[in-house]
């Protein structure tokens, strides 16, 4: 997706290096909205279904068929599912999208600055309890040469510049894990989603929960199959960020976009009402393109924007999830 120049924003962003001050509000912002919503519960980002055997109960509509206990429906002749018990330690591991398309943001943040946003909250919910988180990070082609001959050549390509943070308990640790977020260093060029959910993969690890947050520009048949093979070992989260201005363009006239992965330049005429409409229905149609291939991976979904509350999206997102765990629904 090409990125539009920025526009004012009335909301002041923060200091682009995330200085400590920053990243402190910003946990303390998250710890008071919500342990409001989860105080007393053992409950995380995306609660899952444990791995311990517990009592029968009789199946309902959206109670995951893989959990029948067929002795006890034989017996009955009715049909029932086997109840787990959530483990007391979870283990919860990020793949973080840094690629050079999530450096842009129209609204109140910067993309990059809402997957910040999101790994702290995150890491919030993962830590109660003990819990260990880690983290793999994903960025462009790694290319060193400056802005000008890079824009004017061919674009890196490859797997890009991937790290791992490994995965470990306590909240120090989980500090440290996403000081190493925000001090990433976005690189230009393609990386490869697809590898970066690859690496969640192998080496095999015990079931858990995995959260892949990007902007999923990525071809879809990039990513597509590492995600299908990451939900049948673990619970996945999706999180999309995305920004206004990838949704609908603004009509200010000429506006210069430039593509920040392949560094290629476009003047676009945005006064012309048939071209923003062609565009409006693209991004449109590249969105359910996207949700629908999250959903035939079996992954939950939440899309987060630059310019609204993320908090308050999150907050909403994790009370669905309890109402829908309440109900007996697996997710």
Do not use: C
Not at 168 to 196: F, N, Y
Request: hydrophobic share 40%; proline share 8%; charged share 25%.
């Amino acid at each position: 997706m090409a990125r539009a120049a920025p526009v004012t924003s009335p909301t002041p962003r923060p200091a682009p290096d995330r200085s400590e001050a920053v990243l402190s509000r910003l946990q303390l912002l998250v710890t008071r909205k919500l342990d409001g919503l989860l105080q007393g519960d053992y409950a995380g980002l995306l609660p899952g279904p444990g791995s311990e055997a517990g009592e029968s109960r009789e199946y309902r509509a959206g109670d995951d068929v893989r959990r029948m206990d067929w002795p006890v429906t034989a017996r009955t002749t009715t049909p029932h599912v086997r109840r787990t018990v959530a483990d007391r330690e979870l283990e919860t591991w990020l793949a973080l999208d840094l690629s050079a398309s999530l450096d842009f943001g129209t609204g109140q943040w910067l993309k990059r600055e809402v997957v910040v946003a999101a790994t702290a909250a995150i890491t919030h919910l993962t830590v109660r309890g003990g819990n260990r988180i880690g983290a793999v990070i994903g960025t462009g082609g790694g290319a060193s040469a400056p802005a000008r001959r890079w824009r004017g050549g061919p674009p890196p390509t490859g797997p890009g510049v991937l790290t791992r943070l490994p995965a470990r308990a306590g909240r120090k640790e989980a500090q440290g894990l996403l000081r190493a977020v925000a001090g990433t260093t976005i690189q230009p060029g393609r990386g490869d989603l697809g590898a970066l959910i690859e690496m969640l993969n192998r080496p095999p690890r015990r079931r858990g929960v995995a959260v892949v947050v990007s902007d999923f520009l990525a071809p879809i048949e990039q990513w597509a199959r590492p995600m299908r093979k990451l939900r049948v070992r673990h619970d996945v989260l999706a999180i999309e960020v995305i920004d206004p201005r990838e949704l609908e363009l603004p009509d200010v006239g000429v506006l210069p976009v430039v593509d920040p992965e392949s560094g290629e330049l476009h003047e676009v005429q945005t006064a012309d009402p048939r071209l923003r409409q062609r565009y409006a229905d693209a991004a449109t149609a590249q969105r359910a393109a996207i949700a629908a291939a999250l959903r035939g991976a079996g992954a939950a979904h939440l899309r987060l924007r630059t310019d609204r509350d993320w908090l308050l999206d999150m907050v909403r997102f994790v009370a669905a999830q309890r109402h829908a765990r309440t109900r007996g629904t697996t997710r």
